[in-house]
């Protein structure tokens, strides 16, 4: 039902091929969003799964498990030691904050997001926070894990259709030892906590 032709043809403006790319993304999985403002232009917004793509990951472990996080979406790595652990994070509403080079950093604790820990903020000298700083859709949020193990290219597949509606994972990959490790989805994560 949308078409950029000034004119309609026989042949042409009628939106047919734009409708045959939004059929071919669906059908992987993808979406199409649109914005559009009279005299302003219109946004087109194209989101396409990870899927069986080979991507450069960090792996992390919380709650003795695996997890992998795209490079695409991790901006650094932060590690707190001792007291200056304990005193990095701050609450604002009740949202827990890291002030990172002045700017304030909403904090998400994986285990407590995904319901396997809950949070611990021990205040002892060797309590240790492992924080990857994660971006998704220009929002930037720590995500506090229990260890930040090494960089690996890892292959993506899809979960499967009864997993298809849980959002903080964008797929899973097997590791070299054997073991399934899922794939941290930056934008789910943040919706859901």
């Known amino acids: 039902g949308f078409s950029a032709a000034a004119q309609v043809t026989s042949v042409s403006g009628r939106g047919v091929g734009m409708d045959v790319v939004k059929t071919n993304i669906e059908r992987i999985g993808g979406t199409i969003e649109m914005h559009s403002a009279v005299g302003q ?13 080979i991507v450069p ?7 003795g ?14 590690r707190l030691e001792g007291a200056q652990a304990t005193a990095a994070i701050e609450n604002i509403l009740d949202v827990p904050v890291h002030r990172l080079r002045g700017d304030l950093l909403p904090m998400i604790w994986l285990g407590e997001t995904l319901g396997i820990a809950q949070r611990d903020l021990g205040h002892t000298d060797d309590t240790v926070l492992n924080i990857a700083v994660l971006q998704a859709d220009g929002l930037q949020f720590g995500l ?9 290219e890892i292959v993506v597949k899809p979960l499967g259709k009864l997993l298809k509606d849980v959002t903080c994972y964008a797929g899973a990959t097997i590791m070299g030892d054997g073991r399934v ?7 789910g994560l943040a919706n859901r906590a």
Do not use: S
């Open 57 to 63: 990951a960090l792996i992390v472990t919380c709650g």
């Open 41 to 53: 232009g219109a946004t087109l917004r194209i989101r396409i799964p990870l899927t069986l793509a």
């Open 144 to 152: 506090v894990v229990d260890a930040i193990c090494d960089n690996q």
């Open 181 to 187: 490790a899922l794939i941290l989805d930056a934008m």
């Open 65 to 78: 498990d695996d997890y992998a996080i795209p490079q695409v979406c991790l901006l650094e790595l932060v």
